[in-house]
C-alpha cells in the first residue's frame, strides 16, 4: 500500500496529510479565537446540550477554545505535531459526542462551532461535520505514527557505512 518500504506512508498520504494539517489548522485557529471573543456565550451554548453542570460548561468553555488554538500550533510545528494530531482526535471525539447526543435527543440548540458569531443548528450537517472532524485526525495521527515508525534516511546511511 505504500511507496515500497515498510512504514513509510505513501506519497498521496502525505500530501493528503498536509492539506489536512493545514485545513484544520486554519480552522481551528479560528474557532478558538471566535470562542475566546466571548466565553460566557459559549458557556451558554454548552449549558444547552445538557451533558454538563453549569461549571462544568463553564469550565469546558474556557478550556476548549484554547485546545483548539493549542492544536493549530502544535500542528504548525513538526517536533509537537504527533501531539497536534492526539488534540484535534481528543476534539473530533469530543464535538462528535455532543452534537451526536444532541442530535439523537432532539435538542433545538445551535452547536456553537463558531462561537457566538453563526447559528448553525443541530442536525446532519453538524453530526457530518463533528464526525468529519474526527476521521481526519483519525487520519492524520495515523500518517503520524506510521511515519514515526519508517526509518530515518540519515539512520539507514550510518548502518551501511
Known amino acids: 500500500m505504500g511507496d515500497g518500504k515498510p512504514g513509510k506512508p505513501p506519497v498521496m498520504s502525505r500530501?493528503?496529510?498536509?492539506?489536512?494539517?493545514?485545513g484544520l489548522v486554519v480552522l481551528y485557529a479560528i474557532t478558538g479565537i471566535l470562542k475566546l471573543k466571548d466565553p460566557a456565550a459559549f458557556a451558554f451554548t454548552l449549558e444547552n446540550y445538557r451533558l454538563l453542570p453549569a461549571t462544568g460548561s463553564a469550565a469546558l468553555a474556557l478550556f476548549v477554545p484554547w485546545m483548539e488554538i493549542a492544536c493549530a500550533l502544535t500542528l504548525l510545528s513538526s517536533s509537537w505535531r504527533g501531539t497536534g494530531w492526539w488534540i484535534a482526535a481528543l476534539l473530533g471525539f469530543g464535538f462528535s459526542v455532543f452534537v451526536l447526543s444532541a442530535w439523537i435527543r432532539g435538542l433545538d440548540i445551535h452547536c456553537g462551532c463558531w462561537g457566538d458569531s453563526a447559528y448553525q443548528p443541530i442536525g446532519v450537517i453538524a453530526a457530518i461535520r463533528?464526525?468529519?472532524?474526527?476521521?481526519?485526525?483519525?487520519f492524520g495521527l495515523r500518517h503520524q505514527l506510521r511515519a514515526a515508525r519508517a526509518p530515518s534516511p540519515k539512520a539507514s546511511e550510518?548502518?551501511?557505512r
Do not use: F, S
Open 130 to 138: 463533528a464526525v468529519g472532524l474526527l476521521i481526519l485526525a483519525l
Open 15 to 22: 500530501h493528503a496529510e498536509r492539506w489536512i494539517r493545514i
Open 158 to 160: 550510518t548502518q551501511v
